[in-house]
């Protein structure tokens, strides 16, 4: 990770006041990559969904969580690249704070690309994954909203419909 990826998210905290990682250069000793959905209680309820990739968590706030339902899109808005240890926080961000709330991690577990190239995958606004964690199992779809519109930051959280067949596996 270099220092650049994780500028925007170092920038709106005050460490001095806040638990919250700052985020170290950390080599990942791993070849599985992680995710983690983390309840918010800031000035809204909402969850933030994590991918891990490029050293960092991608992140998206999902105001309403995510659905089990394939008929349900939830809105995800892109938020600022967080440092690997935030996977782990759980605990108070303090009143003044940004993001002032109380932090609980929600779900966890490891993910998997359904598609060649995730970077371009993530540009282009359409990402397919597969999740394994404690409650959300399966395939996914991350989809930009307006999808020429690079800087749009609304997404869609969808989970695909599985067969019977691929349930059984």
Same mark, same amino acid.
């Given at each position: 990770?270099? +220092?650049? $990826?994780?500028?925007? *998210?170092?920038?709106? !905290? %005050?460490? !001095?006041? &806040? ?18 959905? $983390? ?7 909402? *969850?933030?969904? !994590?991918?891990? @990739?490029?050293?960092?968590?991608? &992140? =998206? ?24 240890? *935030?996977? +782990?926080? /759980? ?5 003044? /704070? ?7 991690? @929600?779900?966890?577990?490891? =993910? ?13 606004? %359409? ?9 959300? +199992?399966? &395939?996914?779809?991350?989809? !930009?909203?307006? *999808? %020429?519109? &690079?800087?749009?930051? %609304? =997404? ?8 019977? /067949?691929?349930?059984?596996?």
């Amino acid at each position: 990770m270099d +220092k650049e $990826q994780l500028h925007e *998210y170092r920038k709106k !905290r %005050n460490f !001095r006041i &806040s638990s919250e990682p700052k985020g170290k250069s950390l080599k990942k000793k791993k070849d599985k990559l992680i995710f983690v959905v $983390q309840e918010h209680h800031a000035s809204h309820l909402h *969850y933030d969904f !994590r991918l891990e @990739w490029d050293g960092v968590l991608k &992140s =998206w706030a999902v105001p309403k969580g995510p659905s089990l339902d394939p008929k349900v899109k939830r809105l995800a808005v892109q938020t600022e690249d967080h440092p690997l240890e *935030y996977a +782990k926080f /759980e605990g108070e961000i303090p009143k003044g /704070e940004y993001g002032a709330g109380e932090v609980f991690i @929600w779900d966890a577990g490891t =993910w998997e690309a359904e598609v060649e190239d995730i970077d371009e995958a993530l540009e282009k606004g %359409n990402l397919k994954f597969k999740l394994k964690g404690k409650k959300l +199992k399966g &395939s996914f779809v991350l989809v !930009r909203t307006h *999808y %020429n519109e &690079s800087r749009n930051k %609304n =997404w869609l959280l969808i989970k695909h419909k599985e067969s019977a /067949e691929k349930k059984l596996h």
